[in-house]
C-alpha cells in the first residue's frame, strides 16, 4: 500500500452518523478523505445480514471512489465481501495470520507501545494506527491517552513504515499529529459528526500537505 493513502483516513460506523452513514461517506469522499475503515459498534450497532448489506453498499461507493475499503475486526465479514483489507486491535489473531485469511489484502494492527509496534511489523502488518492521542468519547475501553511521543519514537526507528495517529484527533490537532511524523490520521467524529462532511475532509486533506 501507498504511505499517502492513509492521509485522510476516515472511520465510522451507523452509530457515529447523525445522517445516513452512506451519505456521509459519500460527503466525505467529496472532501477528499484517502481510506474508509467500516468499524460498525457500539450502541445500536447493526449486525448479521443488516451489517453485511451496509458494508456492501460502502464498499461499492468506496470501490467507484477508487479508495481503499476497510473493514474493522470482522474477518469474517472482509472475506465474505472481498474488502481491500481488516483492521485488527491486540486483542485479535496475529496480523500474519489475519493475512493468510485475507489472502493479500491490506492488515493495519492497533499498537499502543514499541512492543506492539515492532510485533506488528515482524508479523507483516502493512500499517499500524497508534494512540489514543488525545482523550475520545468514541471507544469507552481506550488505553491512557500517549499524546504524539510515541509517533515520534516510531518514526525514529523506522522511518518509512507506514503509521497513523487516532483517537481524539480534531481539525484543530490534525497538523500537529502529522508534525510528529505521522502518515496520516484516523478520523471519526471531526468528520461524521460534522455539519459539512465534505468540508471537514477538505480542511483535514489540506492540513496533510
Known sequence: MDNKQLAVY??????????????????????GITMFQF????KGALVGEAKKETALRLQLICREAGIPFIVNDDIELAIEIGA???????????????????????????????EEFEEAIKDGADYVGTGPIYAT??????????????????????????????????L???GAVMEAGA??????????MADDPAEAAAYLKKEMQ
Do not use: W
Request: proline share 5%.
Open 10 to 31: 476516515f472511520i465510522a460506523g451507523t452509530p457515529n452518523c447523525p445522517k445516513s452513514i452512506e451519505q456521509t461517506l459519500e460527503e466525505a469522499i467529496k472532501g
Open 137 to 170: 468519547v468514541t471507544k469507552s475501553d481506550t488505553r491512557p491517552v500517549a499524546g504524539t511521543s510515541l509517533i515520534r519514537r516510531m518514526k525514529e526507528r523506522y522511518p518509512e513504515f507506514p503509521v497513523v495517529g487516532i483517537g481524539g484527533i480534531t
Open 172 to 174: 484543530e490537532t490534525a
Open 84 to 114: 481491500d483489507g481488516v483492521h485488527i486491535g491486540q486483542e485479535d489473531k496475529a496480523a500474519s495470520i489475519v493475512r493468510d485469511k485475507i489472502k493479500g489484502g491490506i492488515v493495519g494492527v492497533s499498537v499502543h507501545t514499541m
Open 183 to 192: 502518515d496520516g490520521v484516523s478520523i471519526i467524529t471531526a468528520i461524521s
Open 39 to 42: 468499524r460498525e459498534k457500539g
